[in-house]
Structure formats: C-alpha cells, structure tokens
C-alpha cells in the first residue's frame, strides 16, 4: 500500500528561505517591530548605564552585545516566558535565532 500522507524526507537546499518567507507572509510580530522601531537608539544608554568600564584588565569572558540581551528581554516579555524557556526558544524557534533579525532589530 502507497503512502497516502506526505512525508518530512530530506531538507531541501531552499527549505529555510522557504519557511522565512512564509513566517514572513503570515506576519512574524518579530519583523513587525524591527520595521518601526529603530533598537540602535537605545545602544548608547544601555552600554554607559550596563557595562563596567572600570576593568583592571580584559581578563574573563567577553559580554553578550547590550542590544541584543534588551531584544531578549522583550521577547521574553511579550510572549510570557521564563529564563529558561527564552534561551530554548532562541535555540529551537528559527524566527527566534534568525540572525539579522537580532543584527536588525
């Protein structure tokens, strides 16, 4: 007997630009705000109000980008969720981990 279902297979070389554009067309809220609001604005506050510049030495880990921690802070806000659950979104939801979404917005 045939399958009469479709069936997931092998991803194909387009399939990611394929389901960004559709997240797209159907309306990713994500993209949405990154059209209207320009984040860069808040750089400047955010870093002379986050980072210690006061450092005796470059030793240790480098920090995350202040922007891009503000946008997970949003994320997290908007959809309700706990720490947890933002850093297992950003690595399993791909309109979360989209990269020049987090460069853009």
């Known amino acids: 007997m045939a399958n009469i279902y479709k069936t997931t297979g092998n991803r194909g070389l387009f399939d990611e630009q394929e389901t960004i554009q559709k997240l797209s067309a159907i309306g990713n809220p994500l993209e ?3 059209q209207v609001l320009d984040f860069e604005v808040f750089r400047n506050s955010l870093e002379s109000k ?3 510049t006061n450092k005796k ?3 240790g880990a480098k920090p995350y980008d202040v922007l891009m921690m503000f946008k997970i802070l949003i994320l ?3 959809y309700g969720l ?3 659950q933002i850093e297992y979104q950003i690595l399993d939801r ?3 981990k989209k990269v020049s979404w987090f460069r853009k917005w």
Do not use: H, P, V
Request: aromatic letters at 12%.
């Open 57 to 59: 030495n470059n030793a």
């Open 76 to 78: 997290q806000r908007y």
């Open 50 to 52: 986050l980072l210690n």
């Open 94 to 96: 791909l309109s979360f």
């Open 32 to 34: 949405r705000i990154s």
């Open 82 to 84: 706990g720490d947890t």
